[in-house]
């Protein structure tokens, strides 16, 4: 699993590594020996970073599942760290987000390069995205609308925090919200920061209240 940042804590036999541990195992030449220790793991958990400065050891293992988290990170397929996500060896492939549009349609195409749905994710720039959805939605064409729900109906699967099981329990149990105040000293140039900024705000805000009242 790839995410920003992780945390794991479950029974099955898993590895944490991190920028650290990657590169001094491949600038040491033991990335064969470390390739053979992450595969005995049933779990790696790693970041996106520790990806990004790895030249050896994650692409020579011959991974059953790779899951992204935070998937947007890879929305650009130019991207040297989208390249070496698509080339990590994995017949199935999974990926998460709260929100796999970062700020345009496109962002599906990085995505669907590393899931490698063909053709949208030919691994090449052949026009057939732009063809069928990029330029109908620029166009505010609805067959665009229409290419993307057959296309996210193949390869997407939505939860919402109100869904249930069939025996009517929540998917998601959280806890009830609690919320704590703590006190925090400040040391004294956090204070004089703080006093300055609270001095700079109430001079802004009696400003504002002259200005209201001569208009």
Same mark, same amino acid.
């Given at each position: ?14 590895? @944490?590594? !991190?920028?650290?541990? $990657?590169?001094?195992?491949? =600038?040491?030449?033991?990335? /064969?020996? %470390?390739? %053979?220790?992450?595969?005995?793991? &049933?779990? $790696? ?5 520790? $990806? ?11 991974? @059953? @599942?790779?899951? $992204? ?9 130019? !991207? ?12 199935? /492939?999974?990926? =998460? ?26 691994? #090449? ?15 505010? &064409? ?15 699967? /939505?939860?919402?925090?109100?869904? !249930?099981?069939?025996?009517? #329990? ?15 000293? *400040? !040391?004294?140039?956090?204070? %004089? ?15 504002? @209240?002259?200005?209201?009242?001569? *208009?």
């Amino acid at each position: 699993m790839i995410s920003a940042s992780f945390t794991y804590d479950g029974g099955h036999s898993s590895a @944490r590594y !991190t920028s650290e541990d $990657l590169v001094k195992k491949d =600038v040491n030449g033991a990335w /064969r020996a %470390a390739a %053979a220790e992450l595969a005995s793991n &049933d779990i $790696l958990i790693t970041t996106y970073p520790a $990806l990004d400065k790895c030249i050896s050891v994650l692409p020579s293992v011959a991974w @059953r @599942r790779v899951v $992204l988290d935070e998937m947007q990170e890879i929305r650009s397929s130019t !991207t040297e760290l989208a390249r070496k996500c698509e080339r990590l060896h994995a017949p199935r /492939r999974w990926m =998460v987000s709260g929100t796999p549009l970062y700020d345009k349609v496109s962002d599906l195409q990085g995505e669907l390069y590393f899931l490698r749905v063909s053709p949208f994710g030919s691994g #090449h720039e052949d026009g057939f995205w732009n063809h069928v959805v990029g330029a109908p939605w620029e166009q505010k &064409d609805p067959s665009a609308l229409d290419a993307l729900h057959l296309l996210l109906r193949g390869v997407m699967i /939505r939860h919402s925090k109100s869904q !249930t099981t069939l025996d009517g #329990h929540s998917i998601l149990a959280l806890p009830p919200k609690r919320l704590r105040y703590v006190a925090v000293p *400040l !040391t004294d140039s956090e204070l %004089a920061a703080s006093l300055n900024y609270n001095h700079r705000a109430l001079n802004y805000n009696q400003v504002c @209240r002259r200005a209201s009242r001569r *208009l």
